[in-house]
């Protein structure tokens, strides 16, 4: 049973376009996270929701809209694709303050 | 704003050699977090430490918490080709609501 999963694993898409990823925990935490994977690989927080409610904004650009449908879910809508938007984007779900990772989405803007 | 500071950047070893890597906060932490990345995979958490001082260990895995609480290591014994991975520290401050993420040690061990 995956524990987080996110779809797609692999996305490359044209500067300018819009594209979603999308998580699901079946874990029954109640907060998830969405981080990026920079080329360095360095993990950068980017949002966090707690139950439906954003409670982590960090410094991202507003074309990234995170969404939250139920706390099972978080998804990651992002318009306007740049080329400094590719990385790895990883879900996370945590309890306690350990946190789960999802296998990553790659995310290729050309 | 908290910073998490991670030495080496990278570190190859000959199999069987020891490998640290090393963790310092700019604040102190309320706990740090240990996490192994092998390559193309995601980060998978290790290890937890609270206390003070703490010293924990998994195996050929020995990880420190500093008596300050601001700094940590992780030490790994006569490594492995399965040792292979980025190691991440992450600390949680101690009035904060998120982890800090270490840039990551890449190991490499050639056998």
């Known amino acids: 049973d995956t524990a987080v999963s996110q779809t797609p694993k692999y996305l490359v898409t044209q500067m300018g376009n819009d594209k979603s990823i999308k998580c699901e925990q079946n874990?029954?935490?109640?907060?998830m996270y969405w981080y990026k994977q920079d080329s360095k690989k360095f993990l950068k927080i980017m949002f966090s929701?707690?139950?439906?409610?954003?409670?982590i904004n960090e410094t991202v650009p507003n074309r990234f809209s995170p969404k939250s449908p139920d706390k099972a879910h978080l998804n990651l809508h992002i318009n306007s694709l740049e080329l400094g938007d590719s990385a790895v984007y990883f879900c996370?779900?945590?309890?306690?303050?350990?946190?789960?990772f999802g296998p990553g989405t790659r995310l290729t803007v050309l | 704003g908290q910073q998490v500071m991670q030495i080496p950047q990278y570190q190859h070893v000959q199999e069987g050699e020891d490998f640290t890597t090393y963790c310092n906060s700019s604040?102190?932490?309320?706990?740090i977090q240990w996490y192994k990345q092998r390559p193309g995979g995601h980060p998978v958490f290790l290890i937890q430490?609270?206390?003070?001082?703490e010293v924990k260990k998994q195996k050929r895995l020995t990880f420190q918490f500093g008596e300050a609480k601001k700094n940590s290591s992780l030490h790994i014994t006569a490594t492995q080709t399965t040792d292979v991975g980025t190691y991440f520290c992450?600390?949680?401050?101690?009035?904060?609501?998120?982890?800090?993420f270490g840039a990551g040690t890449i190991l490499r061990v050639k056998s």
């Open positions: 604040t102190t932490l309320s706990n």
């Open positions: 992450a600390g949680l401050g101690e009035y904060g609501n998120k982890l800090v």
């Open positions: 996370a779900s945590r309890t306690g303050y350990t946190q789960y």
């Open positions: 430490l609270v206390k003070s001082g």
């Open positions: 874990l029954g935490h109640d907060t």
């Open positions: 929701y707690n139950n439906k409610e954003l409670i």
